[in-house]
């Protein structure tokens, strides 16, 4: 991949700025024969838990007219066993490459999210985590972390005492403004924020008068959401010092461009990955192809180059 896309993280040197986004790719090993890892400029893991979770009752997705609706319900083997089982895997099948593994984090208690980090923190090959938070805060009443900036600082403050690695973010747009939220994670340590995750979403079957997915709500992700998560973005970036990665409906490079011309540094695809498993390596290369077209000579020259 040519020069021009490599970038640093949060001192994380990545080949391109395209990240292969958490719920999306499994924990990597499982697209080995589908896609050359080694080309990506990162894999952020499917969501880890202190347990292993069964998830939701299915149906789980549901396509809409731009995207999809997903209940899976965070369903993962938990970070013991994969840290045991699927990081070696991962670590070996990576050995050389520059790909960056990014462990996805979440918890219903910030007591949760401490013990993934602690089991993580004694693993080799992860470069940095990432902390879900669109969770409810079950010693707190179910209100979401995501949605209350006093939370949102707890959580972040106290796995900010215990990882070394770097620590990004992950925010969910169902908040009436980002901008506290966004601020709230960088004051309590955050290295870089993530986002947008989905928005809360239903879809009706008009004949059993049912919802379409087991658990009756979901979140909808895909090329629909892709204006308010740059707007999102957009205003996230504004408000803090700190880097920020941009996601939400990414299907292609002139998508990844307007992301990182909304002041994202890097991005993550997601839905894209569905249907097409080798989407962030396409998507870095028409990326790179535009910056080729437009006579741009590197990458961070886009960044943040918003004319408004």
């Avoid at 805060?137 to 770097?166: Q, Y």
């Amino acid at each position: 991949m040519p020069s021009r896309l490599a970038i640093s993280l949060c001192g994380i040197p990545l080949k391109t700025p395209v990240l292969a986004a958490s719920g999306t790719y499994a924990y990597g090993v499982e697209l080995k024969d589908l896609v050359d890892l080694s080309a990506l400029g990162g894999i952020v893991v499917k969501g880890l838990s202190r347990e292993p979770m069964d998830g939701n009752p299915p149906p789980r997705v549901w396509e809409t007219e731009a995207g999809m609706i997903n209940s899976i319900g965070l369903q993962n083997i938990g970070v013991r066993a994969f840290v045991a089982e699927k990081l070696p895997q991962l670590h070996e099948l990576l050995r050389g490459a520059a790909t960056a593994i990014f462990a996805n984090v979440f918890g219903y208690a910030v007591e949760d999210y401490l013990e993934v980090v602690r089991v993580l923190e004694d693993a080799e090959g992860v470069a940095a985590y990432e902390l879900n938070v669109s969770c409810p805060n079950t010693k707190h009443g179910g209100i979401f972390f995501s949605s209350d900036p006093a939370l949102l600082a707890e959580v972040v403050g106290a796995v900010r005492k215990i990882a070394r690695r770097p620590l990004l973010v992950k925010l969910s747009p169902n908040v009436a403004r980002i901008e506290p939220l966004a601020k709230a994670a960088e004051e309590a340590g955050a290295d870089a924020l993530s986002l947008v995750n989905t928005f809360v979403a239903l879809a009706i079957d008009p004949k059993t008068r049912k919802p379409r997915l087991g658990a009756g709500f979901g979140g909808l992700s895909g090329p629909a959401i892709k204006p308010i998560a740059l707007r999102m973005v957009y205003e996230a970036v504004r408000s803090v010092k700190i880097p920020v990665v941009g996601l939400g409906g990414i299907s292609n490079g002139l998508d990844a461009a307007e992301f990182l011309i909304a002041g994202a540094s890097a991005v993550e695809v997601g839905t894209a990955n569905f249907w097409d498993p080798s989407a962030p390596v396409r998507i870095a290369r028409e990326l790179d192809e535009f910056l080729q077209q437009e006579g741009i000579e590197h990458v961070n020259k886009l960044v943040g180059t918003l004319k408004l």
